[in-house]
């Protein structure tokens, strides 16, 4: 420890001498009185950081001719007083006693000073070591530049050194390495043991591997033993890459008959990445097809147009998925959703008999499905020669969720001949647009 009172010694002669500052065992007062404090540098053991060292008495004892008063002392440093008697009159008769610990925040070589108020002022030096694992890291932070989405970069070093404490050999301790983890979009070869000595050193291996484009930033994490617990490590790097971006989140179509085409709808795809995108292909899954613009290789920045079309196979919800496929790391896909309208028809007898100068008569039921509201037709095939069908009325318009019954008189032939005569399957039909439901009926003609 000389070196260390040595190096005490002068720095502060150094710094506080030009303040009106004199350390040293004694020190002349006026009217012929001197202080004495016991002992002159004080210099504590050894302490782990983050703990309290014994305690050390600072003995301070007045002579002369008449008494000397003492208040407010000054403690600069890692250290603190448990016991104060110094708040007075002192003399030769009273010595006064300063009970100081050593409590240090930090690993290696730990400076402070006992001040006494007087003409210069007084100081006692104060020395300690504060003792616990180190850690030093480098470098403290990597930066892997831009590396393609997908792809994996080279591997970066960060090597982690045990170097003990130079102002207290005897007091290092072992570095224990708890855990080292990545954050982000990165990954980690870990080369370091758990335990690593006084003096010693390992390494750990990081690569980039971006999930999406543009910068992404991440932490190696060392949790140790050190008085910090914890060492962080700033990771960046930039992934580059085509991204398919859409002007939607969705289509939505409106109502449209089964069987039929909607409107067509134009969503626009933009390559919102940092590198050119190579379409594979673009198709459509469920009720729904599509025309598009893009074709080849889209640097970053243009787009192109999908026109989709909603064809429903069946009335109510129908949902589908337009999906582009291409070089970026996620392939394109946007939620596609409409609704399909249609209409029932039901007849009220499925056979019927029919004599001669007198009609067969039934009623026909029309439903609207999820919404329909269209005009809808109706028509008779497969009667004998000679023989009509009339319908009361022959067109109907249907509201949303209503219904209708349309009377239906079959008139057979006035005079007809035998072979009119026996069973006939006559095709009931009722059409709107692209949309058609046929029944049959049984008519027998005698």
């Keep these: 420890m000389k070196h260390i009172q040595l190096r005490i010694m002068i720095l502060m002669t150094f710094f506080l001498a030009p303040l009106g500052f004199a350390w040293g065992q004694r020190h002349a007062l006026a009217g012929g009185q001197t202080i004495t404090i016991s002992p002159a540098t004080q210099v504590f053991d050894a302490v782990p950081v983050g703990q309290t060292g014994r305690a050390k008495i600072e003995t301070i004892v007045v002579q002369g001719n008449s008494n000397f008063y003492l208040s407010n002392l000054v403690i600069l440093g890692d250290f603190v007083a448990s016991g104060n008697n110094c708040n007075g009159m002192v003399s030769s008769m009273t010595p006064c006693s300063l009970t100081l610990r050593f409590a240090p925040t930090r690993v290696g070589l730990r400076q402070g000073a006992l001040i006494l108020p007087s003409q210069p002022n007084l100081i006692v030096p104060l020395v300690g070591v504060g003792t616990g694992a180190t850690a030093r890291i480098t470098p403290a932070y990597l930066n892997f530049g831009q590396i393609e989405i997908g792809k994996s970069s080279p591997e970066q070093t960060i090597t982690i050194r045990n170097p003990g404490n130079p102002d207290a050999p005897a007091s290092s301790v072992a570095l224990k390495l708890a855990g080292i983890e990545a954050m982000g979009d990165y990954a980690i070869k870990n080369g370091c043991p758990p335990v690593l000595a006084p003096g010693g050193q390992c390494q750990v291996q990081v690569r980039f591997q ?111 998925l337009l999906e582009v496929a291409g070089n970026a790391p996620q392939p394109g896909r946007l939620p596609l959703a409409g609704e399909g309208a249609d209409f029932s028809l039901l007849l009220s007898h499925s056979s019927m008999k ?73 095709q009931i039909s009722a059409v709107s647009g692209s949309l058609m439901h046929t029944r049959s009926l049984e008519l027998t003609i005698k």
Excluded: W, Y
């Design 210 to 320: 971006p999930h999406a484009t543009g910068p992404r930033s991440g932490l190696i994490v060392i949790a140790d033993n050190t008085p910090r617990g914890t060492q962080v490590i700033t990771l960046l790097g930039e992934g580059i890459g085509p991204q398919i971006t859409f002007s939607t989140s969705r289509l939505l179509f409106g109502l449209t008959s089964r069987n039929s085409d909607s409107p067509a709808q134009q969503v626009t795809l933009t390559n919102t990445g940092n590198a050119p995108l190579d379409f594979n292909g673009i198709q459509t899954q469920g009720d729904f097809t599509q025309v598009n613009t893009c074709v080849g290789s889209m640097p970053p920045g243009l787009s192109c147009q999908i026109n989709v079309i909603f064809h429903p196979q069946a009335a109510g919800p129908r949902t589908g």
């Design 354 to 426: 029919a004599k001669k100068d007198h009609s067969a008569r039934l009623s026909l039921m029309l439903q609207s499905l999820n919404g329909f509201a269209q005009p809808i037709s109706l028509n008779c095939t497969g009667l004998p020669d000679g023989s009509s069908c009339i319908f009361s009325p022959p067109l109907i318009t249907l509201n949303a969720g209503d219904s209708a019954t349309v009377k239906l008189r079959i008139k057979p032939p006035r005079h007809h001949r035998d072979r009119t005569k026996g069973s006939h399957t006559v």
